[in-house]
């Protein structure tokens, strides 16, 4: 379970982000890397990372005309990042792009082809407030599969969802594509802003590929414990 599960480094400090990933880097294999993450580390960690064999995860969530949108994950691919994601509400042209650029940077560098996956609905946001800002004639989990299935089209592996419409993006897409799952709690962690949530062990049963998981882990006074008690939840122990 150690290789589908994702830490956030979501602290402020790039010293205490390198700390935090030096403690936990025979525990997990994947770190994701948000913007504050990104301006506090440089795009010259993704290198650290490499070389001590943890995978990168990077959440910047591009959104954006294809053109741009496609120079920036070529641009990430030539650093290293091995996860990139970009909302699935760009458009078809736009994922269509990021894949295009992602895969002609990978072949021209020799290098493996970032997962590329496509956002579709915030975990922070439930049906209430997705009807009210967003005024559409879908649920909310209808909306995550269309969008899914239109990430599925434009060829990027996968998808970032709540772990509640992992089982309808799963009948839509099939069993090949990704689904990580931010929105992860275990029942001893405050579930904070986050409101579709469930444990580490539900989201595994229902069929998710990687887990993401941020507060539960860095702000634990052990977050090696931390993240072995979530492990162990993974497996259903």
């Given at each position: ?85 970009m909302h699935a509400s ?10 295009i650029r992602a895969d ?91 409101k579709r949530i469930t ?39």
């Open positions: 379970m150690k290789e589908r599960l994702i830490v956030a480094l979501d602290l402020e400090d790039g010293n205490e982000n390198f700390e935090l990933s030096e403690k936990l880097k025979g525990t997990v294999s994947w770190v994701k890397i948000g913007y504050q993450a990104l301006y506090s580390l440089g795009t010259e960690v993704f290198a650290w990372y490499s070389e001590n064999r943890i995978n990168t995860f990077l959440d910047l969530k591009f959104h954006d005309i294809p053109n741009t949108v496609a120079r920036d994950v070529g641009t990430m691919t030539k650093h290293g990042a091995n996860m990139i994601n760009g458009g078809i042209e736009m994922m269509q792009a990021a894949r002609d940077v990978a072949q021209d560098r020799r290098i493996d082809k970032p997962i590329l996956l496509g956002v579709t609905i915030l975990t922070s946001t439930n049906e209430a407030e997705f009807q009210f800002q967003f005024g559409s004639e879908r649920h909310l989990s209808n909306q995550v599969v269309f969008l899914a299935k239109q990430a599925k089209e434009a060829g990027l592996d996968g998808v970032v969802a709540s772990p509640l419409e992992i089982e309808l993006i799963r009948k839509a897409c099939g069993d090949d594509f990704i689904i990580v799952t931010p929105g992860i709690r275990p029942s001893w962690a405050n579930r904070g802003d986050q444990t580490p062990s539900e989201a595994i049963n229902r069929g998710a590929d990687f887990l993401v998981v941020g507060r539960p882990i860095i702000e634990a006074d052990d977050p090696i414990e931390a993240a072995e008690m979530i492990l162990d939840e993974m497996r259903g122990e």
